[in-house]
């Protein structure tokens, strides 16, 4: 208790005192033993101590930047050397808030990159995976499951195209938080966005599916339709 006593005043004396000398080792190094707290020295405050931690994550993050062949790990590329520069300049809560949204869209851009790769490695007779080109992809999804109780809702991530045989028709791909992942057809898909959307706690009523199944057969109907025509003019 002396100790923290001790430790409090020095605080207070050089809060008051801006011109009083900086606080002793003994004053800043206070632990509460207990808990065994790391101690926060004033270099981790303020804008240097952000930038500090900026710096520190991109470091962190450096090494699987690289191991996914992100542009950002390369000498070459000048998007690092930019950002590394401007960090070293900045001088503002705005600027580093900026230089951190930079950092999460390139950790973002190569997760993107690496869940579209994954998908494109999913090619066989049944056709490729695409993860553009449809508006219902990142359409969020709520889905019911006898083995659970109460809703899973998860979101549409990729597509596949329907082949021409009609046992072939359009997929989509929901993908749950836990990483667990199933493929819906548009019937499903159209049932899943209207659960989610009026926030339902239990299935939709049956005559709200006919309708959805019903809309899901004229969509695959005209795009059928359409597909047959762009075949007939490219012969």
């Given at each position: 208790?002396?100790?923290?006593?001790?430790?409090l005043a020095a605080v207070d004396r050089a809060r008051d005192d801006p011109a009083a000398e900086p606080?002793?080792?003994a004053a800043m190094g206070y632990v509460n033993k207990l808990a065994r707290t790391k101690l926060v020295a004033k270099?981790?405050?303020?804008?240097?101590?952000v930038r500090g931690e900026l710096a520190a994550l991109e470091g962190a993050l450096l090494a699987g930047l690289r191991k996914r062949g992100s542009s950002w790990a390369h000498e070459a590329d000048g998007a690092r050397k930019s950002w590394l520069h401007a960090l070293d300049g900045a001088e503002t809560p705005g600027a580093l808030a900026s230089l951190l949204s930079t950092l999460e869209e390139v950790a973002h851009e190569t997760q993107d990159v690496e869940e579209g790769?994954?998908?494109?490695?999913e090619e066989g007779e049944e056709g490729k995976w695409l993860t553009h080109g449809h508006a219902y992809l990142g359409q969020t999804l709520r889905r019911f499951f006898d083995a659970t109780p109460g809703p899973a809702d998860s979101q549409i991530v990729a597509w596949l195209p329907a082949g021409d045989a009609a046992d072939e028709p359009a997929l989509w791909r929901g993908r749950f938080e836990d990483g667990d992942e199933e493929d819906l057809d548009e019937a499903e898909v159209l049932e899943a966005i209207q659960a989610f959307e009026q926030?339902?706690?239990?299935?939709?009523?049956?005559?709200?599916?006919?309708a959805c199944a019903a809309e899901a057969a004229e969509r695959a109907k005209k795009a059928a339709?359409?597909?047959?025509k762009d075949a007939k003019e490219a012969a």
């Amino acid at each position: 208790e002396p100790e923290l006593k001790a430790a409090l005043a020095a605080v207070d004396r050089a809060r008051d005192d801006p011109a009083a000398e900086p606080l002793s080792r003994a004053a800043m190094g206070y632990v509460n033993k207990l808990a065994r707290t790391k101690l926060v020295a004033k270099a981790h405050l303020g804008i240097s101590g952000v930038r500090g931690e900026l710096a520190a994550l991109e470091g962190a993050l450096l090494a699987g930047l690289r191991k996914r062949g992100s542009s950002w790990a390369h000498e070459a590329d000048g998007a690092r050397k930019s950002w590394l520069h401007a960090l070293d300049g900045a001088e503002t809560p705005g600027a580093l808030a900026s230089l951190l949204s930079t950092l999460e869209e390139v950790a973002h851009e190569t997760q993107d990159v690496e869940e579209g790769e994954e998908l494109a490695e999913e090619e066989g007779e049944e056709g490729k995976w695409l993860t553009h080109g449809h508006a219902y992809l990142g359409q969020t999804l709520r889905r019911f499951f006898d083995a659970t109780p109460g809703p899973a809702d998860s979101q549409i991530v990729a597509w596949l195209p329907a082949g021409d045989a009609a046992d072939e028709p359009a997929l989509w791909r929901g993908r749950f938080e836990d990483g667990d992942e199933e493929d819906l057809d548009e019937a499903e898909v159209l049932e899943a966005i209207q659960a989610f959307e009026q926030q339902a706690t239990e299935p939709l009523p049956e005559e709200q599916r006919e309708a959805c199944a019903a809309e899901a057969a004229e969509r695959a109907k005209k795009a059928a339709a359409a597909r047959a025509k762009d075949a007939k003019e490219a012969a």
